[in-house]
């Protein structure tokens, strides 16, 4: 069976995702999440993205971004295949939270939070290893915090 191809519908959409990623204040979150929301253990993310704090509304600015770009997935809004040959941020961010995702579903007593998120983050993982076998492991054990002591420089 030949792949289904997106529909200029959904390309419209995917590249008005990109121009909300591209926004001053996304990108100023991104940046952030990206190069400093390292937890190691649960109280880590409290002390990175103390509530009230700049760093905790960025923390909510990016999870929630991506966590509502997979509810469009969920609806057939985008194409899966052209979100995943395009980024793989969405996938870095659920695993940054995944460690932690059970004690703050429990905490809010929501059980299915971000559940888009790990959803596709999850096919993602199945999608490219199968393209490429080896390239997750290789991201994620580059995904690691590096130990102060381990740093260039």
Request: aromatic share 12%; charged share 25%; glycine share 4%.
């Amino acid at each position: 069976m030949a792949r289904k191809r997106p529909t200029p519908a959904q390309a419209q959409l995917h590249l008005q995702l990109y121009d909300l990623r591209r926004e001053a204040r996304l990108r100023q979150a991104r940046d952030w999440f990206l190069q400093h929301y390292l937890p190691e253990k649960p109280e880590d993310m409290l002390r990175l993205a103390p509530p009230g704090s700049p760093e905790n509304a960025s923390m909510r600015m990016v999870i929630s971004y991506w966590d509502q770009a997979c509810v469009l997935l969920n609806h057939g809004l985008l194409h899966q295949e052209l979100l995943f040959e395009t980024t793989n941020e969405f996938f870095i961010v659920w695993q940054r939270i995944r460690p932690f995702i059970a004690g703050i579903r429990a905490y809010l007593k929501n059980p299915r939070l971000f559940e888009a998120l790990e959803k596709y983050s999850k096919a993602y993982e199945v999608w490219a290893e199968r393209r490429t076998p080896g390239y997750v492991a290789a991201m994620l054990q580059t995904m690691r915090p590096v130990a102060p002591s381990q740093k260039p420089g």
